[in-house]
C-alpha cells in the first residue's frame, strides 16, 4: 500500500488502468457501427497521458511547491466554488426573471436579450462573462442601464460578492497554502539534517571510543593520527565532510581549549564546527585550507632542498634550466 502514498504513483495507475480500459472497449467495438464515434471518443481518452507531465514538474523544487499547495487547497477551493455557483445560480435566476421574461416587451430593441437571458443557463453564462470583465459594461450592463438605471446596483453588489471578494478568497487560500506546503517542506528537510546531524554524531563517538586506546577518556593527538591512519577511519572522516590528509592540524583543530587533548564532548562539538558550513564569522574552515597549503609548501621545499643537496648545486641548476627550456618549447 505505500505504492498508493505517492499522488504521482497513483496518477499513473489511473492512466494505466484508463488505457486498459480504452484498448478492451475498441476490441468490443470493432464490429459496432459505433466504431467510428467510439474511436475519436477514445483517442481523446488518451490525451489523459499528458497528466504524466506532471513528473518533470516534480523535479522542478519551485513547481513543485506550486503544486503542492494548489492540491492542498482544493478542500477549501471546492466549498468556496461551491458558494461561488450559488451566487451566481441565485444571480441567474434573479436576471431571468427581471430580464428574460420581458425581452419581447420591455427589451425589444436589443437583439441580444434572449442570448443573454433567455434561459436560467444563459443568464448563469452571462454572469459568469460579468464576473471576469470579459466586455460586460459596453455589451451587457450598458443595453441594460439604458431601461433600467436601477440595474447597476446590482452589478455593483455583484461584482463585489464575486470578482473582488470570492476570487480574491481563492487567490488568497492558493497563496497561503502555497506558504504552508513550502514551509512544511522546509521543516521536512530541517527534521532531515537534524538526522542527519545526529547520526554523524553517534558515529564520531564511535571513532572516539576506537581512537581511545587507554581508555581515559581523552584523545590527545597521537592516538588520533593512530587513528586517521586507518583505511576504514578514513572512510568515516569522508562521509563526515572532515579532511583526514593532515591528522595533526585536524586535531589542532578539533583541540578547542588547545591542551594537547580532547573530551568526547569536545571532540564531537571540533567535528562538528569543522562539518558546519563556513559562515562569514567563522573562518576555521578556511584557516585549517591555508594551514595545510603551508603545510604541502613546506614538505615541498624540504624536498627541492634535498634534491639540491644530493645532486649539487651546480648540476641542480643545469638540470633546472634544462626543465624551464624544454617547458618553453
Not at 489511473?14 to 464490429?31: K, Q, R
Not at 581523552?218 to 579532511?243: K, N, Y
Not at 592540524?249 to 583541540?255: A, N
Request: aromatic share 12%; hydrophobic share 45%.
Amino acid at each position: 500500500w505505500k505504492y498508493f502514498c505517492d499522488i504521482v504513483n497513483v496518477i499513473d495507475f489511473i492512466l494505466v488502468c484508463a488505457e486498459v480500459a480504452s484498448m478492451c472497449l475498441m476490441h468490443i467495438f470493432t464490429e459496432s457501427p459505433l466504431r467510428a464515434a467510439s474511436s475519436s471518443t477514445f483517442k481523446q481518452l488518451r490525451l489523459v497521458k499528458l497528466v504524466r507531465l506532471i513528473k518533470v514538474v516534480r523535479l522542478i523544487p519551485r513547481l513543485w511547491d506550486i503544486v503542492t499547495g494548489f492540491a492542498a487547497a482544493m478542500k477549501e477551493l471546492v466549498w468556496v466554488l461551491a458558494l461561488l455557483f450559488c451566487v451566481v445560480y441565485a444571480g441567474g435566476v434573479y436576471m431571468t426573471i427581471a430580464v428574460g421574461y420581458v425581452c419581447d416587451t420591455e427589451y425589444a430593441d436589443w437583439d441580444l436579450c434572449h442570448e443573454h437571458f433567455g434561459h436560467l443557463w444563459y443568464s448563469m453564462y452571462t454572469l459568469f462573462q460579468v464576473m471576469t470583465f470579459e466586455s460586460w459594461s459596453t455589451v451587457i450592463a450598458r443595453p441594460l442601464l439604458r431601461h433600467n438605471p436601477y440595474m447597476i446596483m446590482f452589478f455593483f453588489s455583484f461584482l463585489a460578492i464575486t470578482s473582488f471578494g470570492l476570487l480574491n478568497i481563492i487567490v488568497g487560500i492558493v497563496v497561503n497554502q502555497t506558504l504552508e506546503a513550502s514551509d512544511a517542506k522546509r521543516r521536512r528537510d530541517m527534521q532531515a539534517e537534524q538526522e542527519r546531524a545526529r547520526k554523524a554524531m553517534d558515529t564520531m563517538r564511535e571513532l572516539f571510543e576506537l581512537a581511545d586506546e587507554d581508555g581515559s577518556g581523552f584523545l590527545d593527538c597521537e592516538e588520533f593520527c593512530r587513528l586517521a591512519s586507518r583505511p576504514e577511519i578514513q572512510g568515516s572522516l569522508r562521509d563526515l565532510g572532515l579532511p583526514f590528509e593532515f591528522p595533526e592540524k585536524l586535531f589542532e583543530q578539533i583541540d578547542l581549549d588547545e591542551n594537547g587533548q580532547v573530551s568526547i564532548d569536545e571532540f564531537v562539538d571540533g567535528a562538528m564546527a569543522m562539518k558546519a558550513e563556513v559562515e562569514s564569522t567563522d573562518l576555521r574552515t578556511m584557516l585549517f585550507q591555508v594551514s595545510s597549503l603551508v603545510h604541502r609548501t613546506a614538505k615541498m621545499e624540504h624536498a627541492i632542498h634535498v634534491l639540491a643537496t644530493e645532486v649539487g648545486p651546480s648540476d641542480f641548476c643545469w638540470y633546472g634550466r634544462r626543465g624551464i627550456s624544454h617547458s618553453a618549447s
